[in-house]
């Protein structure tokens, strides 16, 4: 079985590319669900199809889902959602705002995800391909199951049971809502579906997650940060696609400034991701709606390839805890420590070997430290944060 998320900012194509991977797919004659984690859906607008909450059939061995957001939310935070919502109204939150505020941040989202769980163990699938939202908090919300173990083992035990014995006493003097064992027993089950998506998304033989960009600074920018965020979890990002790329047939003089933009802008997404793969798609002559534009984009993007195997294995950086301080692993195979500079600015860390360049952006825990030294490793190029 094979789980491939396509993320990306807003706007990129990402739904168009994860769309045309499904069918491409199903072709292949795996069994194929798509499903759409954004709570604004577009899948049903690239096939051209209505879609609903449930996986309905599309095209031979393709489903398709939109998931109801409300109904995932309901069936993992319903009873405790329930609590918050009393709770708020007890200090007297207006109803409405009480529904709203009671859902915590990203929680719907987290809802959607775990669907893929669902579906992973109902075994109806060789392939499951999640479009997720348009965002790299998707990714942070992935490493939730850590806190959450530590939470359950540690916290939820002595929360459940100091609540059983101040339950009664609370009631005898004031009328405040107090959690029963529903809510804590939908907690705990929350979690345990929080720690096997973790188990099915960081085994890196059965999951993907892939970045979708165009070749655009601030898109590129973004996609940096994604992609960092992949490799701090613990992810594997196996592909980069570079969508609506101009092709050289395109000669238009009114097109020549974007062709020379999107070629510099190439060069930076090579310098920042290598050595992950990036297979392009062409800005296409109309609008990539329908099975027949979906398969043309499929072929321009994957030619002859297979959508489901594995493009690359290994994790070009990672991040490591040293004492106080931190280490950044770069993988720069046959550079010597002689030809390697490095360049801050900022979050961003430019790394050049000769005519190489690596961009680096840093998540937010190194971003405020300061470079020590550098050296290299095994391969590897090993920067020390403190």
Avoid at 106 to 113: F, N, Q, R, V
Avoid at 139 to 149: D, F, G, H, I, Q
Avoid at 170 to 196: C, E, S
Avoid at 292 to 305: P, T
Wanted: net charge neutral; glycine share 6%.
């Amino acid at each position: 079985m094979r789980i491939i998320l396509y993320t990306g900012k807003g706007g990129v194509g990402k739904t168009s590319v994860a769309a045309a991977t499904a069918l491409r797919c199903a072709e292949l004659g795996y069994r194929t669900i798509v499903l759409s984690t954004d709570a604004a859906h577009s899948l049903a607008d690239s096939f051209d199809l209505k879609i609903g909450k449930e996986p309905i059939e599309i095209a031979p061995k393709l489903h398709a889902q939109e998931i109801d957001v409300l109904y995932q939310m309901d069936k993992y935070w319903g009873k405790v959602q329930d609590y918050f919502r009393s709770l708020l109204q007890w200090r007297g939150v207006d109803e409405l705002i009480a529904d709203e505020v009671s859902i915590l941040p990203g929680m719907d989202e987290l809802a959607s995800l775990l669907q893929i769980v669902h579906l992973a163990e109902s075994r109806k699938y060789d392939v499951i391909i999640v479009d997720c939202a348009p965002t790299g908090e998707t990714l942070k919300l992935l490493s939730l199951p850590e806190v959450a173990r530590w939470y359950l083992t540690h916290i939820f035990p002595i929360e459940r049971m100091a609540s059983r014995f101040a339950s009664p006493i609370m009631r005898a003097v004031t009328d405040i809502p107090m959690p029963d064992d529903q809510v804590f027993d939908t907690i705990k089950g929350l979690i345990q579906q929080l720690n096997r998506m973790a188990e099915l998304l960081s085994d890196t033989q059965k999951s993907s997650v892939r970045v979708v960009l165009n070749p655009e600074k601030m898109v590129i920018k973004e996609a940096q940060r994604v992609f960092t965020y992949i490799n701090l979890y613990g992810f594997a990002c196996d592909l980069v696609i570079s969508n609506r790329v101009l092709p050289d047939s395109v000669t238009d003089p009114y097109f020549v400034a974007l062709k020379k933009a999107q070629a510099r802008y190439g060069k930076m997404i090579e310098e920042s991701f290598a050595p992950v793969p990036i297979l392009q798609a062409p800005f296409f002559d109309q609008e990539v709606v329908g099975l027949k534009m979906l398969r043309r984009m499929a072929h321009a993007v994957y030619a002859d390839q297979d959508p489901a195997c594995i493009f690359y294995e290994g994790s070009p950086q990672e991040i490591i805890k040293n004492g106080k301080g931190y280490l950044l692993k770069l993988k720069l195979p046959f550079a010597a420590k002689s030809d390697v500079h490095l360049t801050r600015a900022g979050d961003e860390l430019v790394i050049s070997v000769g005519n190489f360049r690596r961009n680096a952006i840093l998540p937010r825990a190194l971003a405020a430290l300061e470079v020590q030294k550098a050296k290299m490793e095994e391969g590897k190029l090993v920067v020390s944060f403190s």
